[in-house]
């Protein structure tokens, strides 16, 4: 059984729509697909529509988070995504990004980068605008060869010429607005070091007793000895370890089933979550 919990789509900054998403979730082979857009629901509707027979959507999102200065991602899984209160932190982070994104354009315009929101907007299409569609504009105009090229004190990472903070939740309130909507909490990417400073151990620990469920482990962001520290560090506190590519279509090198979730794991969440189910592929959509 093959399992990726953590896929974008155009609903925030992937480069496939659901439905391709669900379609090409099926052609690699997966059992099991996580929809974790930044922020947002917005494209569950379509990959369940779509969603072929064989193939498991587990809905979810990608909190924005930041702890003291850090900025952090949350998984949430199979929550109920009209629980008012963790719905109202979702629409206040996804509406402060528009004028993130334009004030990041105006730092860029300033360093003499020729960037128009008109371009940010195009790539962005219908998803939730963010860094990823600023830095894609950055490689359409020649500025830096890649996306994760952008993403450097020069240019879009945090605290770099033209970085714009936004709204992001504290994390010991996400996990407990996923909680409250019956979800399950699981950290991404904790120890993404080239994404900029990560969270201590003693903050992760933390975490737990507060009721984090998982740590994402078998990332492509983490190498074997971080993936072996953060294995360690779940054991000692008791949280799930999963797997996944972190799915971002053409914008992104990683592919999909890159890593995956082990299946005991994957039912563990299923048991703590209800506020949502898993949807069972039924042929999807022509």
């Known amino acids: 059984m093959r399992i990726d919990l953590h896929t974008h789509s155009t609903a925030s900054d992937g480069t496939d729509t659901p439905a391709e998403l669900v379609r090409k979730a099926a052609a690699a082979g997966l059992d099991v697909v996580a929809l974790t857009d930044h922020d947002t629901t917005r494209g569950h509707a379509e990959a369940i529509a779509a969603l072929p027979e064989g193939v498991t959507l587990v809905t979810g ?6 702890l003291d200065g850090i900025s952090m991602h949350m998984l949430a899984y199979l929550f109920d995504a009209e629980e008012p209160r963790l719905l109202a932190e979702r629409e206040l ?39 990823p569609h600023v830095a894609s504009a950055l490689v359409e105009l020649g500025v830096v060869p890649t ?3 952008a993403f450097t004190q020069d240019w879009l990472a945090d605290g770099g010429r033209a970085f714009v903070e936004k709204h992001e939740t504290d994390p010991f309130e996400a996990i407990r607005l996923i909680k409250g909507a019956g979800g ?103």
Request: proline share 5%.
């Open 184 to 286: 399950v909490a699981v950290f991404a990417h904790p120890g993404a070091s080239k994404r900029g400073r990560t969270v201590p151990e003693a903050a992760i620990a933390e975490m737990a007793a507060a009721g984090l469920d998982g740590v994402e482990v078998d990332h492509m962001d983490h190498d074997a000895d971080t993936r072996a520290r953060l294995r360690g560090l779940a054991k000692e506190l008791g949280l799930l370890v999963t797997g996944s590519s972190d799915y971002h279509g053409s914008r992104k090198t990683c592919v999909l089933g890159e890593y995956t979730t082990d299946p005991e794991v994957y039912g563990e969440i299923t048991r703590r979550a209800f506020g949502a189910f898993p949807v069972p592929g039924a042929g999807g959509a022509v």
């Open 61 to 66: 999102a990608e909190l924005s988070c930041r």
């Open 147 to 149: 996306v994760n090229d």
């Open 93 to 131: 982070v996804r509406d402060d990004r528009v004028p993130r994104a334009q004030g990041m354009i105006v730092k860029l315009q300033q360093l003499g980068v020729p960037v128009t929101w008109e371009q940010v907007a195009r790539i962005a299409g219908d998803g939730s605008v963010g860094r």
